[in-house]
């Protein structure tokens, strides 16, 4: 049950303006686009893209699917105890909030965490799917509530995302 549960969350559709949002659309276009954690500078990079390969999709085209990545800086190993938690993409005035990672072959029944625990590596990454079907070529934002070792949040954004098509 947890994990039809788990792909029916997966395949949601996105979100209506700030309906279901945790946080306010003028929180999230105000989030910095560099964090300081423990003496770390860190940027958030993502790839925003759709999916046209023919026969590949029912509709004919992927929804949004997105690859986000925490770097360090200083390409040195990221602060311990970090963690990505939630996500969010900004296009207009609408919201796709992605509320918890889900993770491919996950087993029924296994505890799980709704984030991911960034690894002592200076790149903490994850690709998340089921989005809307924005069109490629507009530019989105993506803002990551990130939550460090002492429980502080912290949001790091990347404003003007090109979506992209593959075919």
């Not at 925003?48 to 690859?67: H, N, T, V, Y």
């Amino acid at each position: 049950m947890n994990v039809i549960l788990s792909l029916m969350l997966a395949l949601m559709p996105a979100a209506s303006p700030q309906e279901n949002s945790s946080v306010s659309i003028k929180e999230l276009r105000n989030a910095s686009a560099v964090v300081l954690i423990d003496n770390r500078s860190l940027h958030l990079s993502t790839y925003p893209w759709r999916d046209f390969m023919p026969g590949a999709w029912e509709g004919g085209s992927s929804p949004l699917m997105i690859g986000l990545k925490v770097i360090s800086a200083d390409k040195k190993p990221l602060p311990s105890g970090l963690r990505m938690d939630r996500a969010w993409v900004l296009f207009g005035e609408q919201i796709w909030e992605v509320p918890e990672f889900n993770f491919k072959g996950r087993i029924a029944g296994q505890q799980k965490d709704s984030w991911i625990k960034c690894p002592a590596s200076p790149v903490c990454e994850i690709s998340v799917r089921g989005g809307p079907r924005w069109d490629p070529g507009v530019y989105v934002d993506v803002v990551v509530r990130l939550t460090d070792s002492e429980g502080r949040q912290h949001f790091l954004q990347a404003p003007n995302q090109l979506v992209i098509a593959t075919s």
